[in-house]
């Protein structure tokens, strides 16, 4: 009887650290270049989940069209005298308000990603605490451009000729973007509080629905009660909407431009520190 000898299996080598995996052992805190290519990764995850749900887009697709010409028809005539007269009124209103309501569905797809699990994965990891709330916040720009770009044709469609040609055109959906992501900011905070995702779009529709409306999106300030008027001209989304109408009417950078980026950095200022200390709670 003859023994026959075994080879063992070879065992492979363990994996050599690269120089980032040993920085994010051997520091407590992540480098500004770490924490940016983090949160450009989590915008990739985010896209990533756009595609593999196109639903996420109807808001941004469906709503301008609707928006555009519900509010147009029904207005127009009433307001301007005709709905050619009407359009370089609402146009800009409806650019701004379609993507400053988009952005409340940031806090409800999070809220459901904290629900799911996914984020317990993210504990693990030696990521930065801002890059799960600004990955997808940044993914969620091409929603807004696509909401911008849609109504902007919608109403060229229909008649609307910008007089500030593309140079404002461009800039109307810019800044109207950096609104949407500044004001993003509030419903990630709100997401990170609210114990469900339809107590955060409850909440979230509060919060949005009364600023959009009760601007100057749709009607002249002047035709408001004094009261009401009052109200409209404090508005931050108001001087979000003045400030598109003078860029794509006007090709103008006006006074309503510069005060309505520092109420953009305000916000960012004041509820992205408030995001991330209520994120580390769940942590």
């Known amino acids: 009887m003859t023994l026959q000898m075994t080879t063992p299996a070879p065992v492979a080598a363990p994996r050599r650290l690269t120089p980032d995996d040993i920085a994010a052992r051997t520091t407590s805190h992540n480098s500004l270049r770490q924490t940016l290519g983090q949160t450009m990764s989590m915008a990739w995850r985010a896209t990533k989940k ?54 409340m569905a940031t806090g409800v797809q999070l809220r459901e990603d904290m629900e799911k699990g996914v984020f317990d994965r993210f504990k693990s990891l030696p990521m930065a605490r801002i890059a799960p709330l600004a990955g997808p916040m940044i993914a969620d720009l091409l929603r807004y451009a696509i909401a ?58 509060m919060i949005m629905f009364p600023l959009t409306f009760l601007s100057n999106a749709l009607v002249p300030v002047e035709t408001l009660p004094g009261w009401l008027a009052a109200f409209v001209k404090v508005n931050p989304v108001s001087h979000v909407v003045t400030a598109t109408r003078d860029l ?36």
């Open 248 to 283: 794509a009417n006007n090709g103008q950078v006006t006074g309503h431009v510069g005060w309505a980026l520092v109420a953009c950095a305000a916000v960012i200022a004041i509820f992205a520190p408030l995001s991330v200390r209520s994120y580390k709670k769940h942590i």
């Open 50 to 103: 756009m595609r593999r749900n196109p639903e996420q887009f109807f808001d941004v697709t469906v709503q301008p069209l609707l928006f555009t010409a519900m509010f147009a028809y029904l207005l127009g005539g009433g307001l301007a005298g005709s709905v050619q007269a009407y359009l370089p009124l609402v146009i800009p209103g409806i650019l701004a308000q379609t993507a400053l309501t988009a952005c």
């Open 148 to 205: 911008s770009t849609l109504t902007f044709c919608t109403g060229i469609a229909m008649g609307y000729r910008p007089g500030g040609g593309v140079a404002g055109v461009v800039g109307a959906i810019v800044l109207t973007m950096i609104a949407g992501w500044s004001l993003a900011w509030v419903f990630t905070w709100v997401g990170t509080l609210a114990r469900s995702a339809q107590s955060v779009q409850g909440i979230s529709m």
